[in-house]
């Protein structure tokens, strides 16, 4: 039960406890059992409070503002938290096993070293929330919000992550081991040295389906239960077609003009902008839609860039047709030859106009392109 005297103290205002606290540093405040709800202590704030090492088990602390309060090896272990706000609050190394923190607010709140062990987090916000090397084994953050949250070797083994938003979170060095992960929403997370193993990806009470990647997990229940991901990576696969060469005016209104024809064939046609390429090295992002199409068609007029990403993936890739275009009143870069050396790359095709390229785009590219799909599947 709590201690009379210090539930007194904290019913006078954030500004006598502490003081009181200040002035005795060696009593740990016994508050454990204690209703300090919003309606049981109407007009108390716990914001700012120093509860450091205080005692707060089974306490009711539903719907309490314990915004940036310092809880640096509380004891919250049992207490009732659902809907409490933890906004920027320190709980570093704090004891919260089996703590109900259902709707809490805990966004940029400090809980590194903690223990929450069978913590129940579901729908708590933890948005940017530092969790570096805390222990989550067997928590419930269902539906939680951990985006840009930090994870930092914290230890998730057979916690529910189902529905959770872990969107920029920092997985870094922790640990995934028979986590529940149905339904989450993965996008740009730092997992450099994350254990990642026995991934369950279905629902309660269905057969278990595990993976031992995040991404993956996210990929591989999409192509399971939704008919319409596998119907789109068919359409990709079977219709996609990659455009490649130079993004100047001119240039660009030849690449346009192909990728219209296209359409009207029932392609799907994929233009790629080498020179507004920032962020992701121009190769990989060449490479991975190359080996998303059908063919490529590659307008090597003006070559700049271009040869480079051929050599970068045209080696690698024996199943993927490649159909080089030249205007005509240009010669080829003198470094092309090397290309024709693989089976998989056309002949060059030149062209007067884009009106005659146009005109001839179905003997010109769309049917050697297709005869030789054919081809490479034959082989």
């Known amino acids: 039960m709590a201690n009379p005297e210090h539930l007194k103290i904290l019913k006078q205002g954030v500004e006598v406890w502490n003081k009181w606290r200040e002035e005795n540093p060696e009593i740990k405040p016994d508050l454990s059992e204690a209703n300090l709800t919003m309606h049981h202590l109407p007009g108390v704030d716990f914001t700012l409070t120093n509860l450091c090492n205080a005692i707060l088990y089974v306490t009711n602390l539903s719907k309490a503002n314990l915004s940036f309060a310092i ?6 272990s049992y207490s009732k938290c659902a809907e ?7 709980l570093s190394g704090a004891n919260m096993s089996r703590i109900e923190l259902t709707g809490a607010n805990m966004s940029w709140a400090k809980l590194d070293k903690a223990t929450l062990v069978k913590a129940s987090m579901s729908g708590a916000n933890l948005f940017r929330a530092d969790l570096s090397e805390a222990n989550l084994t067997s928590s419930n953050l269902a539906g939680a919000s951990l985006s840009q949250a930090i994870l930092y070797e914290a230890n998730l083994t057979e916690a529910s992550l ?3 938003n872990l969107v920029k979170t920092n ?12 339904g989450i929403s993965v996008w740009d997370i730092k997992k450099d040295g994350l254990v990642q193993k026995d991934l369950i990806i279905t629902p309660p009470g269905e057969p278990e389906v595990t993976v031992d990647d995040l991404d993956v997990a996210q990929f591989i229940y999409l192509m399971l239960n939704n008919e319409k991901i596998r119907d789109v990576i068919e359409t990709i696969t079977s219709k996609a077609v990659l455009i490649l060469g130079r993004f100047t005016p001119e240039r660009k209104a030849v690449l346009d003009a192909i990728k219209d024809e296209l359409r009207l064939r029932n392609y799907l046609p994929i233009v790629f ?3 507004n390429a920032a962020n992701k090295s121009v190769d990989e992002i060449v490479n991975l839609l190359a080996r998303m199409s059908r063919f490529v068609i590659a307008d090597i007029t003006d070559a700049k860039s271009i040869p480079q990403e051929l050599r970068g993936f045209v080696p690698d890739n024996p199943s993927i047709p490649i159909v080089p275009l030249i205007w005509k009143a240009q010669h080829e870069y003198a470094m092309f030859d090397y290309f024709r050396n693989f089976p998989w790359v056309l002949p060059l095709h030149e062209y007067e106009s884009p009106e005659q390229l146009m005109k001839n785009i179905i003997a010109a ?3 050697p392109a297709e005869q030789k799909v054919q081809e490479l599947k034959n082989k």
């Not at 409490?84 to 320190?90: H, K, T």
């Not at 997985?171 to 149905?182: D, P, Q, S």
């Open 365 to 367: 590219i769309i049917m």
């Open 273 to 275: 902008d080498f020179e």
């Open 71 to 76: 809880l640096i090896g509380a004891n919250l």
């Open 162 to 164: 189902h529905e959770a």
């Open 171 to 182: 997985f870094t060095n922790a640990i995934l081991e028979r986590t529940w992960i149905y």
């Open 84 to 90: 409490a706000n933890f906004f920027g609050a320190i």
